[in-house]
């Protein structure tokens, strides 16, 4: 029984020892960093100081983007720069959770309150007391449980399913969503006086095929922490990898790109990461408006704006950086053009 415990001591002190190898090996480069939001290009540094002067205060953030942009990662960085970052943290996906379910995770229920309500049961909205509640896909809420929330949100207090007597809570609301919640309101899925509500401060996240200058840095981020998981020993990615990679839409965003690394990282048979494990779709995106109409994107104007970056990107190249003479080809203003590249990251093309 001795030998036992020791040896179960001994596992312990070594998972403790291989999870804080782990957590350092996997710890952003601070240098390329904020709040574990990987990223030093222009559009992302004047998110991170929108992050920090929203979270000194207690108003109610709309944080909108692609599928794979980081909402959740800017969320908790608001939170964890806030006043209530010692209180709890919880996230809960609107659209992972069956309608008729909803209003009860969110505000609870009373024993008794339907079938299977076998007792009480605390919401999310009184588990976040004191801290932040992460709405996330907040557009699939039911228009039903959109009422109770702009309810909870004006007066600071809930009911729980089944009861009359309301429940005080303080809680941060962070709210997000991919889809245009403005359009939305305009289909009558969306309310507008909880629209309102929730966008007291937007932050629009920008997708990764406008923040190209950051790609190189995530690469990096992602082969240490799939080094650290895998037991691997990659040290990069090939000239003509990243090549590739840096040119490709990622219409997946990070999320796509982290997947892409992993893959990479288990398929390699040498210490680099090279064109022959890159998913076919990038191997064959040489083109930008190729790999773009080969898409399986039907979003007009997600496909206009990426089609303007192209072109925008291509006038500079073909000028060399000479924005006059780019505006003339792309048949624009010189000021619409300025704020294009602003907007699109393109601040450096045909500089070189």
């Known amino acids: ?77 608001i939170h964890n720069l806030s006043a209530q970052s010692n209180g709890p943290w919880v996230a809960v996906n609107c659209g992972a959770i069956p309608e008729a379910l909803i209003e009860s995770e969110l505000f609870g229920h009373k024993k008794g309150a339907f079938t299977d309500a076998t007792h009480d049961k605390r919401g999310l909205f009184e588990e976040a007391d004191g801290g932040t509640l992460f709405l996330d896909e907040i557009a699939e809420l039911p228009l039903n449980t959109q009422v ?28 997000a969503s991919l889809h245009d919640l403005a359009e939305r309101v305009q289909e009558g899925l969306f309310r507008e006086d909880l629209y309102y509500r929730l966008n007291v401060i937007p932050i629009e996240l920008p997708p990764l095929h406008q923040r190209r200058d950051d ?49 990479g990282v288990v398929l390699t048979g040498g210490d680099m990461i090279d064109v022959d494990v890159l998913p076919e779709r990038i191997k064959e995106s040489n083109d930008e408006l190729k790999q773009l109409f080969n898409s399986d994107e039907l979003s007009i104007k997600k496909m206009s704006t990426m089609l303007e970056r192209i072109l925008i990107r291509r006038a500079l190249e073909q000028t060399r ?7 003339k080809l792309l048949e624009i203003s010189h000021r619409a053009l300025l704020y294009k590249i602003k907007d699109y990251g393109l601040e450096t093309v045909g500089m070189d």
């Open 1 to 77: 029984e001795v030998l036992l415990t020791v040896l179960k001591a001994e596992e312990r002190l070594k998972l403790r020892q291989e999870n804080a190898v782990l957590k350092a090996a996997t710890q952003p480069d601070p240098e390329h960093s904020f709040e574990g939001i990987i990223g030093k290009s222009d559009v992302m540094q004047r998110i991170y100081q929108t992050v920090r002067k929203v979270a000194t205060s207690r108003s109610t953030v709309l944080v909108a983007g692609e599928s794979g942009t980081g909402k959740e990662l800017v969320a908790r960085a």
């Open 148 to 175: 109770k929330l702009l309810r909870a949100l004006q007066e600071q207090e809930i009911r729980r399913v089944g009861e009359n007597t309301p429940i005080k809570v303080n809680v941060r609301i962070i709210a």
């Open 215 to 263: 790609i190189e840095a995530l690469i990096d981020h992602f082969i240490r922490v799939q080094n650290a998981r895998q037991g691997t020993n990659i040290k990069g990615v090939s000239d003509e990898a990243q090549k590739l990679m840096r040119n490709y839409a990622w219409p997946g965003n990070i999320r796509e790109l982290q997947n892409c690394i992993e893959r």
């Open 321 to 327: 950086g000479n924005r006059t003479n780019a505006s």
